[in-house]
């Protein structure tokens, strides 16, 4: 074996496994969270509030609950800011501004959650004197604007810059083109970047522990203290006893096959995304 | 969808809104009407909106004035109480808070000596003074039931000419108050408290929140006033006193007991001293098979094992407990490390939580540490049996924490119950409070989510504290009981007592 052939087998070998070592500590995470949840899964976990600690049964309904809402009401508030952001930087490309703006989303989505939970627990929560499961929501938003935002960007820039000029050509508007023209085309891909960044805030625990506070009963009203499931995950695994250390698993079993499916539902419009554009 | 069903739609829409909007305020405004209250004289028997009612004293009439027990006021008029009394103990001044309005209490207050009355901050004379009849306090009736806006009207017996009845038609008012509490603070009684709040609210109806983020996040989230109560395990230090920034209460509800727990083979029950546990966690004890363990452990086998000791990380209460301990019975200990939430610890492993520390423990052989008692039984953790000041040794119970408390305590019961001096206590016991701002009108807080809040604590304090045994909690001396109940009775709303 020459040094070359040499090389080139070791670095292969590092390669691969680094790319197996990859997919072994999902499956282990996965296998553990997995082996570990499903035993504790019943009905009820699915539709009762929890127990009082030290007595048996109960579920994470309202943890359930609470991260449907908090994560949707996010959405809500953050989509429009991201998505006009992505618009502007992309049109804007190579402007000194959008520059900026890029630079600051990008910034943000670096900013620690901790950080983003001071921040909400500071300015809403002791602002307005309540937790609420509201100013989680608006906590969550600061981090879903910038990933929206510079998904947006990406998948408008990959938009064939032919066909905006058709359009132009056709006398289009610019306010036309866009809309009829680059969003449009990326609608699928736009949908999907909504996708990953609400998977992204749905397991964020850090905020919710400043802003949500947590509660033991199923909530509704978004002005009150809700649990989520990341939330209710610490409490249980930092409680005494042994059952909620079990229901911590099953939780954590929820909460990943949840993330999961977002993540997995996004990843599939992508690749709808790309065949349309072939 | 059409532009006409949009419009259908929308207009539905304001409709439904507006429907929202008034239906509530309309209903509210039907509620407000009258209650109609007679007295008889010299009879315990009153009828209260027509049904019979029993005194706890005879209403009778003094100087041409009909006086009544204080209790009944409260009860049938809703009024908030609360006394003050001269050193001897006896009342020298009855304050009232009467709601005047759904969000208002309008603050009475009587001297029994004086027939100057304040009527919120205002002096008003009397023509008869509130007295004393077989030990209750008797009030003016017309004088109060005039406050509130009612109609006082007599009968009189033809044969004598004296009062023989009093009718009072008095508005009643509705205070809307929330079924909603929250609360955060200490871990080491969450499991109390989730137990009692879940009891509390199937049989009152109130939903209290409760969420364990430690003694210090408690105290913190109070500050804010983010939450209606706090809860923590050490009662306020002077800076966090000064921080608050107005006088808040400490109302104790179980008495705990931190134990050591040790992770060695065969789970034997140690015995430890305060000298011993302090050189172990200053490091000057650094193995099992030390003498002065062995000393105190005759008959069991100690491991030739180091020691590796486990304290909190976070600031706890649970800490301030166990390092308050060693202070006081450890002249050493007091001197190098001293009393705290979070103390600098000469030697060790650090968990966070109580859990955390469990934790540690069930994983490093030859591990100690220290945690609430709950935490050691529910996790089948061993613990050490404490010999306490008498020289007895003292297994971790409910009982043997609960003696602890059974010492002469100060008016607002922020006292340490460590070392205690009673012979069968277990020395490392303590209360956990509930903390509450004695001022409940603060940062837009409502009339109802003052009653709210006191209505819970006095739940606490009396039918709450059967939960407290079934969860090894220590139930609160009656003595101590009696103390707390009388700061929340000193609660007040815009400086008039808040009604029951």
Redesign the interface.
Known sequence: MTRRTFKNNVMGLLVAASAGLLIAVLAVILWHIFISGIRYLNWDFFTKAP?????SGGGVFNAIVGTFLITFVAAAIGTPFGIFAGIYVSEHRGQRFADIVRLCADALQGVPSIVIGIFGYTFL??RF???SALSASIALAFMFVPTTARVTEEVLNLVPSGLKEAAYALGARPSSVVWNVSIKTAASGITSGLMTSMARVAGETAPL?FTA?????IEWNML??MSALPLQIY?Y??????ALQQQAWSAAFVLVLLILLLQYGAKHLIARVLRVKA | MSATGRRILSIVLVALIAIGLVVPGALAASAASTKTIVLTMESTVATVAGSSVTLDAAPFVANGRTMIPIRFVAETMGAGVSYTTKANGSVSQVSLGLPDSPTTLKAITLSLSSTTATVDGQPVTLDTTPTIRQGRTFLPIRFIAEQLGAKVTYTTDPSTGRTKTITIVLPIVNVNVPTQLSGAGATFPLPLYTRMFDVYNSSIGTRVNYQGIGSGGGIKALTDKTVDFGASDAFLTVAETNAMGAPVLHIPTCVGAVVLTYNLDGNPTLRLDAKTVSDIYMGTITNWRDSRIAALNPGVTLPDLTITTIHRSDSSGTTSIFTSYLTAAVPAWKSTVGAGKAVSWPTGLGGSGNAGVAGLVSQHKGAIGYVELVYAISSNLPFATMRNSSGNFIVPSLASSGRAAQVQLPDDLKVLLVNSNDSQAYPISAFTWLLVYREQKYAGRTLGQAIALKQMLNWVLTTGQSVNEGLGYGKLPEAAVQKAQKLVNSMTYNGAPIPD
């Open positions: 127990a009082p600690m030290g007595e929560v002791v004197r309540s937790y522990l506070f947590g509660s033991r009963y009150r203290p409490i695994a930092s409680s005494p006893y042994p």
